[in-house]
């Protein structure tokens, strides 16, 4: 099973900012397509962005030209550089391995996910 750490989740007023990090630690992560995908009180959990092996990327269009998704192979991360927030973008935040076609999270279980918190 391969380890998903999520991690700089934190509460931010509007239209501040925070970059989200997703560890893989030991994965063969390189050749994997990544996604952040988040889930608010009472709602599904949902794609936010994908990145794949490639650089290829694929953003939810609620975070369109405010959030950029990018990887580091090197380091077994993927980050999450998150603009321009808004307090519908309060929600915990996951990573995990992603379908390259249909942006489905593929493996069926989830690291602790991080909080974040925007005030208005």
């Known amino acids: 099973q391969v380890q998903l750490v999520e991690s700089g989740g934190g509460l931010v007023q509007a239209g501040g900012s925070l970059r989200l990090s997703c560890a893989a630690p030991?994965?063969?992560?390189?050749?994997?397509?990544m996604g952040w995908y988040r889930q608010a009180p009472g709602k599904q959990r949902d794609l936010v962005a994908a990145i794949t092996s490639g650089g290829r990327t694929n953003y939810a269009d609620s975070v369109k030209g405010r959030f950029t998704i990018s990887r580091d192979n090197a380091k077994n991360t993927v980050y999450l550089q998150m603009n321009s927030l808004k307090p519908e973008d309060t929600a915990v935040y996951y990573c995990?391995?992603?379908?390259?076609?249909?942006?489905?999270?593929?493996?069926?279980?989830w690291g602790q996910g991080t909080q974040v918190t925007v005030s208005s």
């Open positions: 030991g994965s063969i992560f390189s050749i994997y397509t």
């Open positions: 995990n391995r992603a379908d390259p076609v249909s942006w489905r999270p593929v493996y069926n279980y």
